[in-house]
């Protein structure tokens, strides 16, 4: 019989503890509305106690995103799981998941409690979550590195005060496959009512083993597989969404399971993944990274030609991978523009059209031909909006072999227009010293990245950037023909969020 395995994503939550991948709300919402798309069960939207952001985001996805359950995580007190229930009041399908310890190690070194006392506060935060709610999940911590006898008795007790479902963490990636495997069939082995309750795994990476233990998991009756987009995640980061639904819909003869998950969309929530967190995929990340399917070798390319399937496991377009493809041109109109948005999958309203348009229209002067993923960037420039104090009204550079780099930036800063002549190391240096000046910034550059986003001379670059300020950091994109004019919008993207945090916060 062929088993439906529960994807449960903590992209927006552990996802977000890799450094630096911190997301606002409104990041948030974009990439919980992709992942409702991509059809996982479940989106862990946050942790609601540990900040107002958090609080907030699990609140707006809850209201505004249908289909998943949304979850709260929760640490095993009052405080967490009251906050939790809070966030998750007006979700139409909510879960909460509390989480206590249980190792050795954590218990006596980090949170100094005996076995029993874990187990009692385990078992009361799953009542008091139950009062709350009917879907409850129950992770004891460090699970891998647990006294199997006395994992098998923390399990069988919170099934018993009502968690539905018990995920088995592997926190510190510690475990190996035929290990874990044989864990997960003791576990149901040994715990009496464990039918009562789906399991589910949680991997982390440290040894590069996430996908690989969660697959073993499988094979040994898990349930339910916590993953992330991109694998990212604390340290090494998690089980990688894209690689675990695709072992598995690939190879359903071995595992007799597959997923809810439409692979189509594992692109694009890759690449929106990527955009909103500034990390980028390895080039030779399994699925989702850029030579996934690129074919090197003449040999490999000679089979690829007289029949697929001789080197080609999975289709490309399986996971919504097209080939460039020419779309629109300079002389293409707004219905064909909209019907193109339509076919990548993204519905507008009429003033988001009318926006994407102008773009387009100014880049189809720039630029002859215009590929999906052209497109793709103009729009997704638009993905969590942060309002415009800031904006780029012109800018002229001089630069060259002997000339000194020089920029003139002209920005309106509220109502007023400001301009501003600056000289610097090179074009970019002098465009951000000149914002620099006009904004009055005292933000600091952290990371500077600039990549091709189609191939060619006209392609279009993407500049992203990090900027810290007060402790907080935030990133900023801009896509541009131009890359100086990339860069400039990429750092005014930046200035004009850590706005708004400013404005939010007085
Ligand atoms: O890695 C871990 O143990 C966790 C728990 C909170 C489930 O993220
Ligand atoms: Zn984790």
């Avoid at 709300?25 to 409702?36: I, N, P, R």
């Avoid at 006596?108 to 076995?115: A, G, I, N, Y």
Wanted: charged share 30%.
């Amino acid at each position: 019989m062929m088993r439906t395995i529960r994807i449960f994503d903590t992209t927006l939550r552990d996802g977000e503890q890799s450094p630096g991948a911190s997301m606002n709300v409104q990041e948030k919402l974009a990439l919980a509305k992709q992942l409702a798309k991509l059809g996982v069960d479940v989106i862990e939207a946050g942790f609601a106690f540990s900040s107002p952001g958090d609080f907030e985001a699990i609140r707006t996805i809850g209201g505004e995103v249908e289909g998943p359950i949304i979850c709260s995580l929760a640490r095993a007190r009052e405080e967490d799981i009251t906050r939790a229930w809070e966030a998750l009041r007006d979700a139409p399908r909510k879960r909460i998941h509390t989480f206590h310890s249980t190792s050795d190690i954590h218990l006596k070194h980090q949170f100094r409690v005996t076995r029993e006392e874990a187990l009692r506060r385990s078992v009361e935060m799953v009542r008091l979550a139950r009062s709350y709610v009917d879907d409850v999940e129950f992770s004891p911590m460090d699970a891998t590195r647990t006294d199997i006898a006395f994992l098998c008795e923390v399990v069988e007790a919170v099934i018993e005060a009502g968690a539905s479902t018990v995920n088995i963490p592997d926190t510190v990636g510690y475990a190996v496959p035929s290990e874990f495997g044989y864990l997960i069939k003791t576990l149901f082995e040994k715990v009496p009512n464990i039918q009562k309750a789906v399991i589910a795994v949680h991997c982390h990476n440290d040894l590069g083993l996430a996908t690989a233990n969660s697959l073993a998991a499988v094979l040994n009756g898990a349930g339910q597989i916590e993953c992330t987009v991109n694998g990212i995640g604390e340290r090494a980061g998690n089980c990688s969404m894209e690689e675990v639904v695709m072992a598995l819909r690939t190879r359903r003869d071995v595992f007799r399971a597959d997923t809810k998950i439409r692979t189509e969309e594992i692109m694009r929530t890759s690449k929106l993944v990527t955009k909103i967190t500034g990390i980028s995929v390895q080039p030779n990340k399994a699925i989702v990274g850029a030579n996934a399917f690129a074919h090197e070798s003449g040999i490999h390319q000679d089979g690829l030609l007289k029949e697929k399937s001789t080197y080609e496991i999975i289709r490309p377009e399986s996971i919504g991978l097209r080939s460039a493809k020419l779309v629109l041109g300079k002389h293409s109109g707004r219905h064909a523009f909209k019907t193109r948005l339509k076919e990548l999958g993204y519905v507008l309203n009429d003033e988001e059209l009318n926006r994407a348009f102008e773009k387009f229209k100014r880049l189809a002067d720039q630029k002859k031909e215009i590929f999906d993923e052209d497109v793709e960037a103009l729009i997704s420039e638009g993905v969590a909006k942060v309002p415009e104090y800031f904006r780029l009204a012109d800018l002229h550079i001089i630069s060259g072999l002997n000339q000194k780099p020089t920029a003139a930036v002209k920005l309106t800063v509220g109502d007023a227009v400001l301009d501003k002549i600056e000289y610097g190391d090179g074009p970019v240096d002098a465009t951000y010293k000149a914002i620099v000046s006009l904004t009055g910034t005292r933000s600091k550059l952290l990371k500077f990245e600039v990549k091709g986003i189609t191939g060619g001379t006209d392609a279009m670059g993407e500049v992203v950037i990090s900027l810290e300020e007060d402790d907080r950091t935030v990133r900023g994109h801009g896509a541009d023909t131009d890359i100086i004019v990339a860069a400039a919008k990429a750092f005014i993207n930046a200035l004009n969020k850590l706005e708004a945090r400013r404005k939010q916060s007085s």
